[in-house]
């Protein structure tokens, strides 16, 4: 019992996400000039794997914003979006273009 404890608490150690590699999806207000949080990616993944996937996330979301848009035959504001961001932040300057892209490379997951 004395050799399992430690085992089992280095082993939930290493489990832990690393706050450092944690990755935040974040989007316009359509109200106010305001950043919303949308997801925060914080896997115990390789180095830049969380941000990797952040963006991949984004770049499908902007993509079905597009495609909205064009199915209810309009276009697409180009001031609202998804984005990434390395941690979390909750002030900062929000992008003024965002990237779209679908189907988005899926080469992303087999990175791991």
């Known amino acids: ?7 089992a608490a280095l082993l939930l150690t290493a489990c832990q996400p690393n706050p450092d590699s944690s990755a935040s999806l974040y989007r316009n207000s359509s109200v106010l000039p ?3 949080l949308v997801a925060t990616f914080n896997g115990n993944m390789v180095v830049n794997g969380n941000m990797r996937n952040c963006a991949m996330t984004a770049r499908v979301l902007n993509a079905n914003m597009d495609a909205l848009s064009k199915a209810g ?8 979006g998804f984005w990434c961001e390395q941690g979390v932040n909750s002030k900062g ?3 003024s273009r965002f990237e779209s892209e679908f189907p988005s490379d899926i080469r992303t997951f087999n990175s791991w």
């Open 1 to 7: 019992m004395k050799k399992v404890l430690p085992a």
């Open 34 to 36: 305001m950043r919303v």
């Open 73 to 80: 035959g309009t276009q697409r504001d180009p001031q609202r």
């Open 93 to 95: 300057p929000m992008p």
